[in-house]
């Protein structure tokens, strides 16, 4: 039977999809403190479409890659839960400050260092960015044709796979020899719960520095329960160009970031006249509400 | 050299409106850099096609014709652009955030090496002074645009790698005919030198119209509409108010009940729950069960003929009047105050 060596790219990311008023501050900058650290939720339906190959190719494995700090192991433990196989960090200051390029040159450096594999799958884009850039960014640095907006997977052989993509008008249905990179759409089917035997295997799944930070007897653990290991890397363990990483390998700098106040509770009466709509909606554009 | 370029989107034998839009904005920016406008178009029986560009005040039109560019498929476009680009070395590049934009804008920013900016809301012309290394940018494109689920708005720059490049929705900048009888030079390519032998890997099997699962819990707009805005006709308005601001139409369980809209928009407690930045409810009074599913939202605009509706207590801006009245005058006013 055939199996495929499926690698999945997630996020960690501020939950910035269900911010009530409580997320910004009276002095207008971003409340952190109420935004979760949640799994990218575009990334989780890639987990899903990997799992289906899994679920038919029983042989495949998943390889979760993650790029963050530290804490971003938390949703490698997640996808152990839902079935990912594998899990890397790949975490280090020489990352910080990075654009969608720069992330993508590292993530790049990090699969060359996996080598062997048929597929790759992500997001489409991620929520706290919506940038929806690092996915063919990853293909083209690792010169390998993307597939974008997959709904799902139609058909898969070792050697070719076809995919349906949603587009803004409707569908198309492609094919594309392997091995490519293909980022998943919200319209795709949803991830499966976590799985309660796995939660319990994994929930002590952790990193070196992470089991270090809490005290924990590391060695003690890995030497007997080695799948708990989690795989950390940073810039030693691949093979990359540090130019091209973090803030200094970033074309595109925020010059300046300006925080849209809401405004207070109390409502503002307007009569249904030409002008006082016209007023209204040049205000929602002008503040950033609409448009 | 060093010229403003918009990317054409052509698909069905069509030029895409966001393509027009852009190009007027291009013209504005390369009249403000004193550079010419430059346009791609790839794809197949591109005759005459220059006569519907050329009055955006395009410059020099740059065409591509081979059967294999149309229907788009990635690799074939992006080889296209990277090779011209290092060719023509343009200052600024622009395209539709639109699924080519935003599946060939990347694609292109990484072989490139430059950086891209996505979704832009505003593109201005400034300078920028770096502190650290003393050195002053004059004429970068600010590429303004909201992140973080839109609760802030980032002016990004590329100072020192070119093109600079930013993708704009359909609707955010205003079409304006320049010239109706510019007409513009027309540089064909002989795709022959631009692709490569590894560019058709992607085969289209089959195209079809076909309508996506309704989703609202993700949008950051909700149109909301109840039982008051009295049939599945003036619904319609609500849908297009919706699709003009990039959101999605809610409904009461009322609205549903009558067969206005399908189930999946209900809104409250027996429905979704949404927590969208702006939700803006016509004709709905405001029951407990109903503002249990969207209490949340940042920002909430009743339109209700009826002033002592529950719903406006909560509601941030209270729209007096009748739903089929109001809704046309903010289409129209949103129309007129968009760049």
């Known amino acids: 039977m055939d199996a495929f060596k499926i690698i999945v790219l997630a996020k960690q990311v501020p939950d910035t999809r269900n911010v009530g008023k409580d997320a910004m501050k009276a002095d207008g900058t971003v409340n952190r403190a109420v935004l979760p650290a949640i799994f990218n939720p575009e990334d989780l339906h890639a987990l899903e479409v990997a799992l289906r190959i899994k679920d038919l190719f029983k042989d495949s494995t998943i390889t979760l890659l993650t790029m963050g700090p530290v804490r971003a192991v938390e949703i490698l433990r997640e996808g152990f839960y839902r079935g990912a196989d594998d899990g890397i960090l790949l975490t280090d200051r020489a990352f910080a400050g990075s654009d969608t390029l720069a992330t993508s040159y590292a993530l790049s450096c990090a699969i060359r260092e996996i080598r062997d594999f048929d597929i790759i799958i992500c997001g489409r884009q991620a929520i706290d960015g919506d940038t929806a850039q690092v996915g063919p960014q990853v293909a083209e640095k690792l010169g390998i044709p993307q597939i974008t907006y997959c709904e799902e997977i139609v058909s898969l052989n070792k050697k070719q796979v076809t995919v349906k993509r949603r587009l803004e008008q409707g569908v198309e249905i492609v094919a594309c020899n392997l091995p490519v990179l293909i980022t998943v759409n919200n319209s795709a089917a949803p991830c499966r719960p976590r799985n309660a035997k796995r939660l319990m295997k994994y929930k002590h799944a952790t990193t070196m520095s992470k089991q270090q930070e809490t005290g924990g007897d590391y060695l003690a653990s890995s030497s007997s329960h080695t799948h708990l290991n989690i795989k950390e890397w940073g810039i030693s363990n691949i093979k990359c160009d540090t130019a091209q990483l973090g803030l200094a390998g970033s074309p595109t700098k925020v010059k300046k970031v300006d925080n849209i106040v809401f405004q207070s509770k109390d409502s503002k009466r307007i009569e249904d006249l030409d002008e006082d709509i016209g007023i209204l909606m040049k205000e929602l554009i002008d503040s950033h509400i609409i448009g | ?339």
Do not use: W
């Open chain 2, 1 to 339: 050299m060093n010229n403003v370029t918009v990317y054409c989107e052509f698909e069905e034998g069509k030029i895409a409106d966001v393509s027009f839009e852009l190009l007027s904005k291009g013209r504005n920016l390369a009249n403000q850099l004193n550079c010419k406008l430059e346009a791609l178009l790839f794809g197949n029986n591109l005759d005459g096609l220059e006569k519907e560009i050329a009055p955006y005040g395009v410059d020099i039109l740059f065409k591509a014709e081979d059967e294999r560019l149309s229907p788009y498929t990635t690799l074939p476009h992006t080889s296209l652009m990277v090779k011209l680009f290092k060719e023509q070395k343009p200052q600024i590049v622009l395209m539709g955030a639109t699924t080519i934009g935003r599946d060939l804008g990347p694609r292109v920013s990484s072989a490139l090496g430059s950086g891209l900016t996505a979704d832009c809301t505003e593109l201005e012309i400034g300078d920028h002074e770096d502190k650290k290394e003393k050195k002053i940018y004059k004429n970068l494109l600010y590429q303004i645009r909201p992140a973080f689920g839109g609760n802030i708005i980032a002016t990004i720059i590329n100072p020192d790698c070119r093109p600079q490049m930013a993708t704009v929705r359909e609707g955010v900048m205003r079409k304006v005919i320049s010239d109706p009888k510019h007409t513009c030079e027309v540089i064909h390519l002989d795709v022959k030198n631009y692709f490569n032998k590894t560019d058709f890997a992607i085969k289209i099997i089959e195209r079809h119209i076909e309508k996506s699962k309704i989703n609202i819990k993700n949008s950051s707009i909700i149109v909301a509409g109840g039982f008051g805005v009295g049939s599945r006709e003036n619904f319609g308005l609500l849908h297009r108010l919706a699709s003009l601001l990039g959101g999605e139409v809610g409904a009461t369980r009322a609205a549903v009940d009558a067969g206005f809209v399908e189930h999946e928009r209900q809104v409250g407690q027996t429905g979704v729950t949404v927590r969208p930045k702006v939700y803006i409810a016509c004709g709905i009074s405001g029951q407990i069960q109903h503002l249990a599913g969207m209490q949340e939202s940042s920002i909430i605009i009743s339109i209700n003929n009826d002033v002592n509706a529950p719903i406006n207590k909560i509601a941030n801006y209270v729209i007096q009047g009748k739903v089929e009245n109001v809704i046309p005058k903010m289409i129209r006013y949103f129309k007129e105050n968009s760049k």
